[in-house]
């Protein structure tokens, strides 16, 4: 029982970190995707 509770809570921890990390990976995207919208627009003009 005790072993199946640390691995539980050991999975729930992973999937936290692994929510964060696409989150962070998201955000990046976003940015480039952003950066590169603004530089097109600029070098339309």
């Keep these: 029982m005790r072993k199946a509770f640390v691995f539980m809570a050991a999975a729930a ?3 936290v970190a692994a929510c ?8 990046d ?3 480039a995707g952003e950066a590169v919208e603004e530089t097109a627009q600029d070098a339309a003009n």
């Design 29 to 31: 995207v976003q940015a």
């Design 13 to 15: 921890a992973l999937a």
């Design 20 to 27: 964060n990390t696409v989150a962070g990976a998201g955000r």
